[in-house]
């Protein structure tokens, strides 16, 4: 199976790198739209700041193969982000598949501390992508944005309000946190997502 890694300037693209060879695949780390159209599944994942990252797709016209591909794809924390219409992180319009817009979280206690890290929880998962869960998971964060729950939303997790943990619509599926970092759980994750 073919597996392509949307190749920008962001990072933590390495670590999921590894876990698919971890799994025994060699991904395609790529920018070259030929080969992310003709790949069996995209994986589009990414820490860093909107903006930038947006600014580097969209000079090589990547946001719209991006939006034009019709296998599976799966988009991880900013990729996550970056699938939705618009975020405030720098005022940025985004790739627009998921009807949603990116907040930054706005503490209200001391203890609230941005950004988000560690392990939480997710519950109310609803998609093959999570094929074997009961009740809850804890999967690991890393993040100062969030998505609001929304018609997409296929899991919710908890920090500062209830946000959307993951997203789905029609063959997009994106997790605002990092399976490559989540253990057994998110190979779990990410392995539902290659017997899609």
């Not at 060879?21 to 060699?26: F, S, V, Y």
């Not at 780390?29 to 969209?58: C, H, W």
């Given at each position: 199976m073919n ?18 060879r ?64 618009h ?11 998921f009807?949603?817009d990116v ?7 001391h ?54 943990a ?31």
């Amino acid at each position: 199976m073919n597996i392509a890694i949307v190749k920008y300037n962001a990072g933590n693209i390495y670590s999921v790198v590894n876990a698919l060879r971890r799994m025994g695949i060699e991904p395609d780390l790529t920018d070259n739209a030929e080969r992310l159209a003709k790949a069996d599944k995209v994986i589009f994942p990414g820490q860093g700041e909107a903006r930038s990252a947006m600014d580097y797709l969209r000079e090589r016209r990547l946001d719209e193969v991006i939006r034009n591909l019709r296998q599976p794809v799966f988009g991880i924390c900013v990729g996550q982000q970056l699938l939705c219409r618009h975020s405030e992180e720098g005022d940025t319009d985004c790739i627009g598949i998921f009807d949603a817009d990116v907040r930054r979280f706005v503490p209200s206690r001391h203890e609230e501390k941005v950004p988000a890290m560690g392990w939480n929880k997710i519950t109310d998962t609803k998609s093959p992508l999570f094929k074997g869960f009961k009740g809850y998971e804890y999967v690991y964060f890393v993040h100062s944005y969030y998505v609001p729950l929304s018609a997409d939303t296929i899991a919710t997790a908890d920090y500062i309000q209830p946000y959307s943990a993951a997203l789905a619509k029609d063959n997009f599926f994106a997790t605002q946190f990092h399976p490559e970092k989540s253990g057994s759980v998110g190979a779990r994750i990410l392995q539902n997502f290659i017997d899609l």
